[in-house]
């Protein structure tokens, strides 16, 4: 997959193959738990998280209600350090620049650290079919290079890939090294670090991400636990940062507040391992560090969103919280939704980002339960969203014809309470001759796309209505 | 019209916000905005020092107290002993290392691909996180913290802040203007690999902090 061929409109081939595909499944059954445990203890160590949330979204209102006003304070900050940005309006604009960028710097390998919108404008294809062997330093981003996969989860981009996957990839595509070589756990990380430590040293030009931009300062801010990042802009003569441009925060002190926020939400840590504040080159004194500090701003359809039902969206800082607690993308994994950004904010942003013909499929990925906003640091109502979505592709007719009859036969009958009531009430009784006492259904006529997956709870005690009656 | 130009005009005419915008950004930019420390950011004394070394610690970092700076080689010397490390060092042009090693072989430079101990002073430290926060530079060259196998690192008492905001503060008195600055709490990491958390990704497999009083 790569990312100028989005699947997402195939959402649902996609999710179909992915539950029946036995390695992602097997990878999947030991994800989630892990993310929303240790997210919750974080939550629970840290009696001002919820307020803090709270000065996030705020902050983040208050950013993109004034965003060109800080962009250009931010550019003049990074022009004064001696940095340039490049103003990239499409993600072809900005492949452009940094092929530029590359070749003026005679680059024939490039390091990258993780950054989505390096996925975003599918910068390593355009890179290969340039010349340029672009190299990912991100332990989980090195993997699906090498599997020449799109990745599955925004901070841990292989967590669909199992270790005797990662092993016998490293066996073929590390064809130098002694084929009988044991290896497991920690000698497949050793493995991997010797030979990117190698490729740090080789790079002309290094790309890394960035999770804030400090208008205050000029300066471009990640987050990593592996430190690749830091080798990938501090060794090559080059450093590129790839950002959006809804990435700024005012000051120093805003981007403590959403670093408070950003670890625990998405690991459970209160701080990650690395936070780099990167301004400009090196100074003239430094004896190491890059020559040329260039940061790549993309637009790529965010400035459209603002003033807009989706202008909330642009305050996501990719922490990734709403995915590990999403019970569709728990049971499908990252690919099924065919692009570069999955799960709950995948399913809005999608649309946003490449339309919502090719996009529109994914807000109906979700069941409406609410956990992807109630675990949201930044309070993004990712449901409304949703909706939102789904009432334009259905303004739009790009509703399938089953859909629609289905929504006019509900609106039908909702619409008139005596057969609501009666319809509901037929339902219940039905199921629960089907269930034969049991409280839950294997197996429902008409419902497999349920019960193949779960079980379905036999209705108990009367109608919501008539038990509404009983109470009042 | 250029693609900043055509940027600029679509997010000026849309976006909305209550008041002068102009005015709101330049007070934001000048700290209007009081910003919210958690309890865990405001410790101070030697509840501060005894805060910083437990979150270092809960991180994976390993933490000696010294009395004074010169209590430095020996103490190093029987750490690189202790981990069947061999008897020498990389550091920066700090003045603060320009001191007798004994047995210890002190080379000045910039990281190399094989590092097996580094060392580096911190000029600042957050106690809310266990966070040291380094600024690259001659004193301090920036390969040193990523490139070490074992890192070390030195934090003087007195320059343990609480947390981000007198961190910031005394940040910004000291004039500090690196190319970066380097925040680190604990060794490095990933669970990229059947998602089991091992120490040394890229960076470190360990970091050694000598917090030292005087
Ligand atoms: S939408 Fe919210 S929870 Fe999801 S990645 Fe963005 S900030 Fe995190």
Known sequence: MSAFHPTSARFKQNAREALANVNIQAAMSTTGSGFVGKRAAARAALPEFDDLRDRARDLKNHVLGHLDLYLEHYEDQVTKAGGHVHWAETAEDARRIVLEICRKAGAKTVNKGKTMISEECGINDYLEENGIQPVETDLGEYIIQLRREAPSHIIAPAIHVTVPEVDALFREKHGHLDKDRPLDHALLLAEARKILREKYFEAEVGITGANMLVAETGQSVIVTNEGNGDLSQSLPRVHIVMASLEKIVPTLEDAANVLRVLARSATGQEMSVYTTFSSGPKRDADPDGPEEYHVVLLDNGRSGMIGTEFQEMLRCIRCGACMNHCPVYQAVGGHAYGWVYPGPMGAVLTPSLIGVEEGGQLPNASTFCGRCESVCPMRIPLPKMMRHWREREFERQLTPGAARFGLGVWRMVAGRRWLYGLASRMGAFGLRVWSRGRARIRKLPLGRGWTDHRDFPTPQGGTFQGQWRAKR | ?214
């Open chain 2, 1 to 214: 019209m250029s693609a900043r130009e055509t940027i600029l005009a679509r997010i000026r005419r849309s976006a909305k916000a209550e008041g002068d915008r102009a005015a709101n950004v330049r007070a934001r930019l000048s700290g209007a905005a009081q910003p919210l420390t958690p309890r865990q950011g405001q410790t101070a004394g030697e509840e501060r020092t005894l805060q910083f070394i437990a979150k270092a610690e809960s991180v994976d970092a390993t933490v000696t107290r010294l009395a004074r700076l010169d209590d430095l080689p020996a103490a190093l010397a029987e750490e690189l002993r202790n981990r069947n490390l061999p008897a020498a060092i990389r550091t920066g042009e700090d003045p603060a290392f320009d001191r007798d090693w004994g047995t210890v072989e002190r080379t000045k430079g910039t990281g190399r691909i094989e590092e097996p101990a580094t060392l580096s002073r911190a000029p600042l430290a957050m106690a809310e996180t266990g966070t040291l926060v380094l600024a690259s530079g001659p004193e301090n060259p920036v390969t040193l913290t990523f490139l070490g196998e074992t890192h070390f690192v030195v934090i003087r008492e007195s320059d343990i802040q609480a947390g981000f905001e007198d961190m910031w503060a005394e940040f910004r008195n000291r004039g500090l203007d690196p190319r970066t600055v380097n925040m680190v709490t604990g060794p490095s990491r990933s669970a990229d690999i059947g998602q089991r958390l091992q120490l040394g990704a890229h960076g470190p497999v360990a970091l050694h902090v000598f917090v030292v009083g005087e």
